[in-house]
């Protein structure tokens, strides 16, 4: 797939946050685990992905199956609602 700059940020951003599974990227932009992986690979710094790798790996939070709680989620009143739209508004 092709991605705007914005939507490549976007993915990126989310693959940060601790919160953001997997499943939540490719419900999003379509992209699976083994994608974004590479995406972050392509895009960011070596020691920058070196990090996230390790950060990643391992964290119930990034897999829906894995996390503890299974009805609902934690959001912050300050995040916005993301809708089904590939980027919410901004």
Not at 60 to 84: A, P
């Amino acid at each position: 797939m092709i991605f705007t700059p914005r939507e490549e940020n976007r993915i990126i951003e989310m693959a940060w946050e601790d919160r953001t599974t997997f499943e939540a990227i490719t419900f999003q932009f379509g992209l699976k685990e083994q994608e974004v992986i590479e995406l972050m690979r392509k895009k960011m710094k070596r020691n920058s992905f070196k990090m996230w790798r390790k950060r990643v790996q391992g964290r119930k939070t990034k897999h829906k199956k894995l996390r503890e709680f299974k009805v609902g989620s934690f959001k912050s009143s300050k995040q916005k609602h993301i809708s089904q739209n590939r980027l919410s508004k901004r």
